[in-house]
C-alpha cells in the first residue's frame, strides 16, 4: 500500500510535466506544417542553385578537337 502512495503523486507529475511540454510545443509551432517538409523533397530546384561555369549540360568538347579524350591526362604520362 506505501507503494502507491509513492506512485500516484509521481504519476500526476509526470502527466502535468506531459501537458506542459505539449502546451510549448504547440506554442512554438512545433505541429503547424506536418505535410510541408515532407513534399519539400519532391520539389526539383537544383538547377536554379546551380551557377553558369558549373553546369555540366552547357560544358561541350572544343570543336577545333579531333579527341575529346586528349583533354584527359594519362597516368601512365605521369610515370
Known amino acids: 500500500m506505501q507503494i502507491v502512495m509513492?506512485?500516484?503523486p509521481l504519476m500526476l507529475v509526470l502527466v502535468a510535466l506531459g501537458v506542459v511540454l505539449f502546451s510549448w510545443a504547440?506554442?512554438?509551432g512545433q505541429y503547424d506544417?506536418?505535410?510541408g517538409p515532407a513534399h519539400r523533397i519532391?520539389?526539383?530546384d537544383d538547377k536554379d542553385m546551380i551557377?553558369?561555369?558549373a553546369r555540366q549540360d552547357k560544358v561541350r568538347p572544343d570543336e577545333n578537337d579531333?579527341?575529346?579524350?586528349s583533354k584527359q591526362s594519362d597516368p601512365e604520362d605521369k610515370a
Open 33 to 35: 506544417d506536418l505535410e
Open 66 to 69: 579531333p579527341e575529346p579524350s
Open 51 to 53: 551557377p553558369d561555369e
Open 6 to 8: 509513492f506512485l500516484v
Open 42 to 44: 519532391l520539389y526539383d
Open 26 to 28: 504547440v506554442k512554438n
